[in-house]
């Protein structure tokens, strides 16, 4: 990826390879399924979706894979068996190109991640000191 200042999410996926630029389209389409009501913008030089102001879901596009973030241990525990054949580590999910990318699986991980962020966030407790 030489061009790192993507306008839009159309600017990044017409800057990637011509072998992946199909799949990231569908990627994009089912983020979007999943959650149309998120806005999407490029942030970290990749493809965000926002809802309500925060980030909800990243993706990209690599030379062997296609990945998603951030991937969190409830996600990782909800899809369990399905993650089983990919590359999860470090908060991502890696989809290599050769083991086929499942775009319906994508849909149901945006949709887990939108009910996750629909969540009030956790309010830290300050530990008393005695």
Do not use: N
Not at 26 to 47: C, H, L, T
Not at 70 to 98: H, M, N, Q, S, W
Request: no cysteine; net charge positive.
């Amino acid at each position: 990826m030489a061009k790192t200042d993507y306008a839009d999410v159309d600017a990044y996926i017409a800057a990637q390879p011509e072998t992946s630029r199909a799949l990231l389209r569908d990627m994009r389409q089912a983020i979007r399924d999943a959650m149309p009501g998120a806005q999407e913008v490029i942030s970290y030089q990749i493809p965000t979706y926002k809802l309500h102001g925060r980030a909800v879901l990243f993706f990209a596009g690599w030379k062997q894979h296609v990945s998603l973030y951030p991937v969190t241990d409830k996600l990782v525990a909800a899809f369990r068996d399905e993650l089983g054949p990919y590359e999860v580590e470090k908060g991502t999910i890696r989809f290599a190109f050769k083991k086929g990318v499942p775009l319906d699986l994508i849909k149901r991980i945006a949709a887990f991640r939108a009910e996750e962020m629909a969540e009030p966030p956790r309010k830290k407790t300050a530990v008393k000191s005695k």
